[in-house]
């Protein structure tokens, strides 16, 4: 079983500022796919980001780009020039060839302006 | 084009009851996905349906049941409710393609509270 580990429970970050969220996965699988996902307050899950296992290149969307580094089984998430509406919580997950998705424990970002 | 729809929002039931939950998925997605949300647990994996098949189900409980309709609507049920059973039950839809591939859209979700 997938195992996705997100070690910070929760960051302050000043507004315009850059933060980095961190996650890591143990899998033995060679074909992934790795997602950040954000839950503000409201609870709805709002997808962010995604990076398949045979990406070169990391992947981008406007602010979000995620540090992919395989060999460490990492997958960071940076959010630049941080808006007082990042406030929220962001979850790593995983998903192979199983039909579903494991989550990390997510970290909440505070965004203080 | 309409996200992903979940009915109801918010229910309260009491132990012992029964409960079904509904959504319905993007059009064009054929896959959905069912997963249990609480403060001590964290998200956790239900089922997957899709094309009207269960493809894989988490660790739960037979009183967590669920099924898919033709049109790719999903209900999920549980039964003999119990006070651990309170949670957001949020559902995903995707697209039918590799499923490591596409994104995984949810819901609002629907706030479950069992008294």
């Known amino acids: 079983a997938q195992k996705i580990t997100q070690t910070q429970p929760g960051m302050f970050v000043q507004e315009k500022e850059a933060v980095t969220l961190d996650c890591t996965y143990d899998t033995s699988d060679q074909s992934y796919g790795l997602f950040w996902y954000k839950q503000p307050s409201s609870g709805e899950m709002i997808f962010l980001i995604y990076?398949?296992?045979?990406?070169?290149q990391n992947a981008t969307e406007g602010r979000y780009s995620l540090n992919f580094q395989k060999a460490r089984k990492s997958a960071n998430l940076v959010i630049s020039a941080s808006q007082l509406g990042d406030s929220a919580m962001y979850f790593c997950?995983?998903?192979?060839?199983?039909?579903?998705?494991?989550f990390g424990a997510g970290t909440t970002v505070t965004v203080r302006a | 084009k309409a996200g992903v729809t979940q009915t109801p929002r918010y229910l309260i039931k009491t132990r012992g009851q029964q409960v079904t939950l509904s959504c319905s998925p993007i059009?064009?997605?054929?896959?959905v996905s069912w997963y249990q949300q609480t403060p001590g647990q964290g998200l956790q994996f239900l089922f997957e349906y899709f094309s009207e098949t269960q493809r894989n189900k988490g660790n739960f409980p037979g009183r967590f049941s669920g099924r898919q309709f033709s049109n790719s609507r999903s209900e999920m049920n549980v039964s003999t409710l119990e006070l651990g059973d309170s949670a957001l039950y949020l559902c995903?839809?995707?697209?039918?393609?590799?499923?490591?591939?596409?994104?995984?859209?949810f819901g609002p979700g629907t706030r479950l509270t069992v008294l």
């Open positions: 990076q398949g296992s045979y990406d070169e």
């Open positions: 997950a995983f998903g192979s060839n199983d039909y579903k998705l494991s």
């Open positions: 995903a839809s995707s697209l039918p393609t590799s499923f490591t591939y596409n994104e995984q859209f």
């Open positions: 059009s064009g997605h054929r896959s």
